[in-house]
């Protein structure tokens, strides 16, 4: 599991189990560019700026990443 001190939760990916689920968090003492970070389940992290998240966020609101989304 990656270390989350000092890090505010934003959301959790899943919930339905103790396998360490994804997870959003926000890192206000990190670069701007570095703020936004997620998390998996298998002890990695990606790190990313507010707009990129935006982005991201903005492009599955709009259906495109709905052909990787497993039912």
């Known amino acids: ?3 989350t001190n000092g890090l505010e939760p934003v959301a959790t990916f899943c919930g339905n189990c103790d396998c360490g689920c994804p997870q959003l968090f ?6 701007a560019e570095q703020r936004i970070i997620l998390t998996d389940d298998f ?13 991201l ?9 709905d052909g990787i989304a497993v039912p």
Not at 26 to 31: K, Q
Not at 43 to 55: I, L, T
Not at 57 to 65: D, W
Request: hydrophobic content about 35%.
């Open 26 to 31: 926000v890192d206000p003492s990190a670069p």
């Open 43 to 55: 002890g990695q992290r990606v790190q990313m700026s507010a707009d990129q998240f935006s982005h």
């Open 1 to 3: 599991m990656p270390e």
């Open 57 to 65: 966020v903005s492009e599955a609101k709009a259906g495109k990443l």
